[in-house]
């Protein structure tokens, strides 16, 4: 499994926020602020990271923002 340093950035960043413990509700908005990246880049990172099942995304409610949690087994 290939990981760029696109994805290594966010998995820290996920990390950082307490995600390898908890869902964490993060918006896009803020991890492309914390990363220093796009909303199109973060959207097609997570994505990615969703596909090689290294990260778990729940749906937010509402307005309510997704939530990520690191998926290290």
């Known amino acids: 499994m290939n990981i760029n340093k696109h994805q290594k950035l ?3 960043i996920l990390k950082d926020m307490g995600a390898e413990n908890e869902p964490v509700p993060v ?3 803020k991890l492309a602020d ?3 990246m796009s909303r199109l880049t973060i959207q097609k990172q997570l994505k990615e990271l ?3 099942n ?3 995304v729940g749906d937010g409610k509402g307005k309510a923002p997704n939530s990520y949690m690191l998926n290290f087994d």
């Open 27 to 29: 918006t896009l908005d």
């Open 34 to 36: 914390v990363a220093g």
């Open 54 to 56: 290294l990260i778990l």
């Open 10 to 12: 966010l998995l820290y």
């Open 50 to 52: 969703k596909e090689d």
